[in-house]
T-cell receptor
Framework: SAVISQKPSRDICQRGTSLTIQCQVD?????MFWYRQQPGQSLTLIAT?????????ESGFVIDKFPISRPNLTFSTLTVSNMSPEDSSIYLC???????????FGPGTRLTVT | SQQGEEDPQALSIQEGENATMNCSYK?????LQWYRQNSGRGLVHLIL?????REKHSGRLRVTLDTSKKSSSLLITASRAADTASYFC?????????????FGTGTQLKVEL
């Protein structure tokens, strides 16, 4: 298993600004993911955060809007850039441990853009 | 989007009753997983069933998988108020990106005392 923390837990931001969300894992993991959950909706995968290389983005998500860093095997950041009210969502990171398909999720960051 | 569908969208039952949620998906899978989410917080992994398995148990949970119908069901027996949450199925693709999950639309379960 893995214990994951996220910072901040919530934030209220003005449109046009950017917010960086941090994800910290208590052990080294190969695969980390970032998801978005819009109000009342399911989870949508934004990207896979790759250590030492650029993130792999899903259709509909671009690096300019959601830059991701993965400096080591226990940490990643997601930045939501030039925010608009449509970016109001819960953002979650998750990890997969070795030899497992199960994903462990952080508690999420609840973002409100006004 | 290849997001799966879950039904019902919402389910309200009395404590002690059983709750059944269904999930349908569209593509071939390596495995299917069920997760629980309490009040918009992080998700908790409940159970994983592989594509070559038909049924799996974990405590009060029973999951079935029918790959010919591309469907799965989650049964929670003897429900408790603490089971109140949203439940999501998630599928991992059969080929490539084995750890990339596609989540279903979710079922909101409310267990009343």
């Amino acid at each position: 298993s893995a214990v994951i923390s996220q910072k901040p837990s919530r934030d209220i931001c003005q449109r046009g600004t950017s917010l960086t969300i941090q994800c910290q894992v208590d052990s080294q993991v190969t695969m980390m993911f970032w998801y978005r959950q819009q109000p009342g909706q399911s989870l949508t995968l934004i990207a896979t955060a790759n250590q030492g290389s650029e993130a792999t983005y899903e259709s509909g998500f671009v690096i300019d809007k959601f830059p991701i860093s993965r400096p080591n095997l226990t940490f990643s950041t997601l930045t939501v850039s030039n925010m608009s009210p449509e970016d109001s969502s819960i953002y979650l990171c998750s990890v997969v441990t070795e030899n497992s398909y199960e994903q462990y999720f952080g508690p999420g960051t609840r973002l409100t853009v006004t | 989007s290849q997001q799966g569908e879950e039904d019902p969208q919402a389910l309200s039952i009395q404590e002690g009753e059983n709750a059944t949620m269904n999930c349908s998906y569209k593509t071939s899978i390596n495995n299917l997983q069920w997760y629980r989410q309490n009040s918009g917080r992080g998700l908790v992994h409940l159970i994983l069933i592989r594509s070559n398995e038909r049924e799996k148990h974990s405590g009060r949970l029973r999951v079935t998988l029918d790959t010919s119908k591309k469907s799965s069901s989650l049964l929670i027996t003897a429900s408790r108020a603490a089971d109140t949450a949203s439940y999501f199925c998630a599928t991992a693709p059969f080929t490539g990106g084995g750890n990339k999950l596609t989540f279903g639309t979710g079922t909101q379960l409310k267990v009343e005392l």
